[in-house]
């Protein structure tokens, strides 16, 4: 596979980076509303705290999941690191399994779950079992959301444990 010139690999990460930022910055969100939801003592903060989350799921964290996941592919083939040349990439890449999993399926159900028994409930949702658990579930998977992708920060601008030892057979 022809390698990416200097200008258009440095697009490419450019890219890559503002879809990663803006998936950091909307994990964050995240976390913010789903503690003003855990701590407030207003209904309508409560709906709306959820219903944010729930919009941004839909929007904000499934644009720049699919960004971020395009535009790293694109650099790994396109450049020389390669999709498992280095440890540090694959590294990458099981987290961005997991980061797609809490982002783009997790998020959304359970914004949805937790917007749903809010709007049916009101603030006595706050009592219900199930809406108890949903919202441990949502915040863990905050937390996991965004420990994994400061992870993927980390190791993109350190890149430890170097190539991989490729044995190669001969026939």
């Known amino acids: 596979?022809?390698?990416?010139?200097?200008?258009?690999?440095?697009?490419?990460?450019?890219?890559?980076?503002l879809f990663a930022g803006i998936l950091l910055g909307v994990s964050v969100t995240f976390l913010v509303l789903s503690i003003t939801?855990?701590?407030?003592?207003?209904?309508?903060?409560?709906?709306?705290?959820?219903?944010?989350?729930?919009?941004?799921?839909?929007?904000?964290?499934?644009?720049?999941t699919i960004g971020t996941v395009v535009t790293g592919i694109l650099l790994s083939i396109w450049t020389k690191w390669g999709l498992f040349t280095f440890y540090w990439i694959i590294a990458k890449e099981i987290l961005t399994l997991i980061s797609i999993g809490l982002g783009i399926v997790g998020m959304y159900i359970w914004t949805l779950d937790a917007m749903s028994m809010t709007t049916e409930e009101g603030f006595s949702a706050m009592q219900n079992p199930a809406f108890q658990i949903n919202q441990i579930q949502l915040f863990s998977g905050i937390f996991?959301?965004?420990?994994?992708?400061?992870?993927?920060?980390?190791?993109?601008?350190f890149k430890p444990w170097g190539q991989r030892s490729i044995k190669r057979t001969k026939r």
Do not use: E, G
């Open 1 to 17: 596979m022809k390698k990416l010139a200097i200008t258009p690999k440095r697009w490419l990460l450019t890219l890559h980076l």
């Open 37 to 64: 939801a855990a701590t407030t003592n207003d209904q309508s903060v409560l709906l709306a705290s959820y219903t944010s989350m729930h919009t941004l799921a839909t929007s904000a964290v499934r644009a720049s």
């Open 144 to 157: 996991l959301q965004i420990v994994s992708l400061v992870a993927m920060f980390i190791l993109s601008v």
